[in-house]
């Protein structure tokens, strides 16, 4: 059965880093494009970056765009967002999902997401 499992969920201080992983099983990993979401109390979910499925494509949320980071191992098919300058606002249960290509509409595949709280 199709598998998204996050870890690295935790509680950080301000301006600490934290790497999420997401390790996936069930699926042909490497013709997914892999994506990061994040859900806020009483708040929309929405996309913090996503990456093609070779990696050569990125793309982020305007407001994590040089302090977060997502990356892909194929091999090991887990992906990964590393966050830094972590901040307040950050704090929010952190998803992972896959869909079928960049330009694919729907999102197929869903972790159970991971918390993470920063306190300053």
């Known amino acids: 059965q199709v598998q998204l499992v996050e870890s690295g969920g935790g509680l950080v201080q301000a301006g600490d880093s934290l790497r999420l992983s997401c390790a996936a099983s069930?699926?042909?990993?490497?013709?997914?494009?892999m994506a990061w979401f994040r859900q806020a109390p009483g708040k929309q979910r929405s996309l913090v970056t996503a990456?093609?499925?070779?990696?050569?494509?990125?793309r982020y949320a305007s407001s994590v765009k040089g302090r977060f980071t997502i990356s892909r191992d194929n091999a090991k098919n887990t992906v990964y967002l590393q966050m830094n300058s972590l901040k307040p606002e950050n704090t929010a249960v952190y998803y992972c999902?896959?869909?079928?290509?960049?330009?694919?509409?729907?999102?197929?595949?869903w972790g159970q997401g991971t918390q993470v709280t920063v306190v300053s």
């Open positions: 990456i093609s499925q070779s990696g050569a494509d990125t």
């Open positions: 999902a896959a869909k079928a290509g960049w330009l694919a509409g729907n999102y197929d595949y």
């Open positions: 069930g699926f042909t990993f490497n013709n997914y494009t």
